[in-house]
C-alpha cells in the first residue's frame, strides 16, 4: 500500500470523525435549546393564569371581556369591596387553588404509576390540556368555566414538569440548566406579555387565545427539535433499563443523582458501578420520601408563605393615589414577582445557600410584614410594595 492511499484513509477518517463531532454538536445544543423552550411552554399557562386572576374573576363580575379601566378607583367607592378592601367577590386565591391543587395531586400520586404510561402520550395531554386551559378561561361565562380553565393549566403543568425532568435522564446533564432557565424565563415571559398586552388595550379574551401559540411551540419542541435516542421508548413503557454509572456501558440512560462513594464511577472495591434499575415497590418510594422530609418541611413552609402573599395578600394592597388601576396594580406586582424569579434562579450559578430554613423564616417575616401591612395600611407606596414581592421571590427561589 503506497503512501497516498495511506494518507487518503487518514484523511477520510479524521473527516469522519469531524462529521460525527459536529453532529454530536448540533445534537447537544438542538436538546439544550429544546429543554429551554419546553421549560418555558410547560409554565406557561401557569405564570398567566395567575397574572391573569384578578381580570378572569372580574371579567365574570362585570359579564364584560374588556380589561379593568385605567381609571383610579376610590375604595369607597368601589362596587367589589364589602368592606374597606377592593377586592373581588371571590378572591383570587380561589385562582391559585385551581392553579395549584391539581398539580399538587399528580406530583403526590403519580410517582407510584406514572412509569408506566409512555413519554408519548403524556406530551400529547400536556398539550391537549394548555390548549383547553387557554380556550375555556377565554370564552368562559361563568366563574366555575373560568377555574376550571385554570385547573387544564395546572394539569398541563404538573404532569409536563414530572415528564420532562424524569426525561433528562436521558440526555447530557447540560439539558437540565436549559429547563431552569425555560421556567424561569416562563416566568418573566408569561406576566410580562400578558400584562403588556392587557396594557395596550388588547381584551384579557384576546390575550388568552394568542397565548396559543404556546402548546404550538410545546409540540414542535418535543416532537422535532429533541434528538432522542435510539433506545428511547417514546410510544412504550419500559420496566426495567440497566443504568451505567459516569462511565457506564450505557450513557443513554443514567441517574440524575450519583451516590458521593460513586462519583467517579467506581464500587466501593474500585471496579466500575453498573446497575440495574427497576421500577420500586411502594414501601421503598415511602422509605425514600422520609429521608427527605428535611428538604419538604422547609420547602413547604416556604412556598405556603409565598402564595400566601402572592395571591392572598397583594390583591388587598391597593394605592389609590398611583396611577394604575387595582388590576393594573396587581398584573404588575406579578411581572416584577417573576422577574424577580428569574433573576434568583440565574444567581444560582454564582451563590448557593444550603440551609434552607433561614430561607423559610425569611419567607415567614414577608408573610408576617404583608399582612400586617394590609391590616394596619401603614406601606405609603406602590414601589415599597415592589421591593417586598423581590424579597419574597429571592427566599423561594435561592432555598430551591
Not at 369607597?76 to 385551581?98: E, F, H, I, M
Request: proline share 4%.
Amino acid at each position: 500500500m503506497d503512501q497516498s492511499s495511506l494518507n487518503g484513509d487518514l484523511l477520510q477518517a479524521t473527516g469522519s470523525q469531524g462529521e460525527q463531532q459536529n453532529a454530536r454538536r448540533v445534537a447537544h445544543w438542538r436538546n439544550v435549546v429544546g429543554f429551554w423552550l419546553l421549560g418555558l411552554c410547560n409554565n406557561f399557562a401557569y405564570v398567566v393564569m395567575l397574572s391573569a386572576a384578578h381580570d378572569i374573576l372580574k371579567q365574570q363580575e362585570t359579564n364584560s371581556t374588556l380589561p379593568t379601566p385605567p381609571s383610579v378607583i376610590s375604595l369607597s367607592q368601589s362596587s367589589n369591596s364589602s368592606g374597606r378592601y377592593d377586592c373581588n367577590p371571590t378572591s383570587t386565591a380561589a385562582v391559585l387553588l385551581a392553579d395549584i391543587l391539581p398539580t399538587l395531586l399528580i406530583k403526590l400520586t403519580a410517582p407510584f404509576f406514572i412509569h408506566a404510561v409512555p413519554y408519548g402520550f403524556r406530551v400529547l395531554v400536556c398539550i391537549a390540556t394548555a390548549t383547553a386551559s387557554f380556550l375555556v378561561a377565554s370564552f368562559s361565562t361563568s366563574v366555575w368555566m373560568s377555574i376550571l380553565g385554570v385547573i387544564f393549566a395546572s394539569v398541563s403543568s404538573g404532569l409536563g414538569e414530572l415528564s420532562f425532568l424524569s426525561l433528562t435522564v436521558y440526555f447530557n446533564r447540560c439539558v437540565l440548566s436549559g429547563w431552569g432557565s425555560g421556567t424561569g424565563g416562563a416566568g418573566v415571559g408569561g406576566a410580562l406579555l400578558y400584562s403588556g398586552l392587557t396594557q395596550a388595550g388588547l381584551t384579557p379574551r384576546i390575550t388568552l387565545l394568542i397565548m396559543l401559540l404556546v402548546p404550538v411551540a410545546m409540540a414542535i419542541s418535543y416532537y422535532f427539535l429533541l434528538v432522542f435516542p435510539p433506545s428511547f421508548p417514546q410510544w412504550s413503557s419500559r420496566g426495567r433499563v440497566p443504568v451505567g454509572g459516569v462511565g457506564g456501558a450505557t450513557p443513554e440512560h443514567r441517574p440524575l443523582m450519583e451516590e458521593e462513594g460513586h462519583e467517579e464511577g467506581l464500587d466501593t472495591r474500585g471496579s466500575p458501578a453498573v446497575k440495574t434499575t427497576g421500577a420500586l415497590s411502594c414501601t421503598e418510594k415511602l422509605v425514600i420520601l422520609k429521608g427527605l422530609m428535611r428538604f419538604i418541611v422547609p420547602l413547604a413552609v416556604v412556598y405556603f408563605a409565598e402564595y400566601f402573599i402572592n395571591q392572598g395578600l397583594l390583591e388587598l394592597l391597593f394605592f389609590p393615589e398611583s396611577a394604575l388601576s387595582h388590576a393594573e396594580q396587581y398584573r404588575w406586582y406579578q411581572t416584577l414577582y417573576q422577574i424577580g424569579v428569574l433573576v434568583s434562579r440565574s444567581s444560582l450559578f454564582c451563590l448557593k445557600i444550603r440551609c434552607v430554613g433561614v430561607l423559610s423564616a425569611l419567607q415567614c417575616v414577608n408573610a408576617l410584614l404583608l399582612t400586617l401591612a394590609v391590616y394596619y395600611s401603614f406601606l405609603t407606596s406602590v414601589c415599597v410594595c415592589v421591593c417586598v414581592c423581590v424579597c419574597v421571590c429571592v427566599c423561594v427561589c435561592c432555598s430551591v
